[in-house]
């Protein structure tokens, strides 16, 4: 499962993924809305039946603006 405001990054990432014969599930949500965790959590629930492990690095990696100059 992968979760961030940026589908186009998502969808690429998800593609890496799945060449490597996982499922993957993507969900854009912004993660400072505190409702996009219920939904998160819905939503993997729904697809995988359960979660395993969790890696939150919201917020921890650097972005880049692509109008930057």
Known sequence: MLVARNRIHLEET????RKEG?????????????????????RTLDAFTRIDAL????????????FAR
């Open 22 to 42: 996982a499922r993957t599930l993507v969900i854009d949500v912004d993660l400072s809305d505190r409702a996009a965790a219920a939904t998160v959590t819905g």
């Open 14 to 17: 998800a593609d890496m993924v």
């Open 55 to 66: 890696v939150n690095i919201a917020g921890a990696v650097p972005q880049l603006d692509p």
